[in-house]
């Protein structure tokens, strides 16, 4: 083979040293390199894993929020109907109040009204008995004409009608 240009003792030292540059190769280039990547591809796949987490914890999350937020618009509802029911039952309330209110105030006049027209009367059967009283007690002590009687009579009625202006 020596024809060719190839010699045997050079071909297996090329081989040899082809060979343990292989190895080094391998051993401190190829190796690390390999590793570092699959570290990498490990890391990457890690990430993902993680994100795919996240997300799902996020939807989930998410979900979860919108039934807080629901419940909460459920609760806000119930408080602003109860709160409506509340004070709508307050005006029942204060306008039966007033009504019953009103009704004794009513019926509180009547029964002043009455005690007052009552009280009138009185007085006015007092101020006519006493009229009548003082007539016939100035008609009595007299022997008076017609004419006489009756300007006695005026007289009274002048005199009981400046005692109603004085009371």
Do not use: C, Y
Request: hydrophobic content about 45%.
């Amino acid at each position: 083979m020596s024809a060719l240009g190839v010699h045997w003792e050079l071909l297996i030292v090329q081989l040899i040293a082809f060979i343990i540059f292989l190895i080094l190769l391998w051993k401190f280039a190829l190796g690390p390199i390999v590793r570092t990547l699959d570290a990498r591809q490990d890391r990457i796949r890690d990430s993902i894993e993680a994100a795919d987490r996240m997300e799902r914890e996020l939807a989930a999350t998410r979900a979860q929020n919108e039934e807080v937020l629901a419940e909460a618009r459920r609760e806000a509802q119930q408080i602003i109907a109860g709160a409506r029911e509340n004070s709508e039952q307050m005006i029942s309330r204060a306008q039966e109040q007033a009504r019953v209110e009103g009704e004794q105030l009513i019926e509180k006049a009547r029964q002043t009204i009455q005690q007052e027209q009552h009280q009138a009367w009185l007085q006015l059967r007092k101020d006519v008995a006493e009229l009548a009283i003082a007539a016939a007690t100035k008609i009595v002590r007299h022997d008076l004409d017609p004419a006489q009687q009756a300007q006695l009579i005026e007289e009274t009625l002048q005199q009981a009608g400046d005692r109603q202006l004085d009371a």
